[in-house]
């Protein structure tokens, strides 16, 4: 039986939802259990102002990823922002960052979510 460590070594994560508060969770929890995994994609869109990477970089800096920073000071690295919106078609990434993800990407966990509980199911 493989462990979830060694499953997780050499691969490329995507994932939805960094910035809210599950998906910085498991961001956390991957990059410290998981340390030989190879870099984590994270779709983040442009909000208030800041890019993708400025919000990264904001959830990167808080007191969740402490320990992290300690054990593996090196962890960024592995942390790739694209720029997306889910609520567009094709999550309005760019062509190049498309084919990054397709070629790249073999495990994907979907975070994401809207806060907004009057919003239309469509």
């Not at 102002?49 to 904001?58: A, F, I, L, M, Y």
Request: glycine fraction near 4%; charged fraction near 30%.
């Amino acid at each position: 039986m493989v462990s979830i460590p060694e499953y997780y070594e050499g691969k490329n994560v995507l994932l939805t939802g960094a910035t809210g508060f599950l998906g910085k969770v498991l961001l956390e929890k991957l990059l410290r259990s998981c340390p030989k995994v190879n870099s984590v994609y994270v779709l983040v869109r442009q909000k208030a102002g800041q890019t993708p990477q400025e919000r990264v970089e904001e959830v990167l800096s808080g007191k969740l990823f402490d320990r992290l920073r300690d054990e593996n000071p090196d962890f960024r690295e592995k942390i790739i922002a694209i720029n997306s919106e889910l609520t567009q078609p094709k999550l309005a990434l760019s062509e190049e960052d498309k084919e990054v993800i397709i070629d790249s990407t073999n495990i994907i966990f979907h975070c994401a979510a809207t806060v907004r509980f009057n919003e239309n199911l469509r």
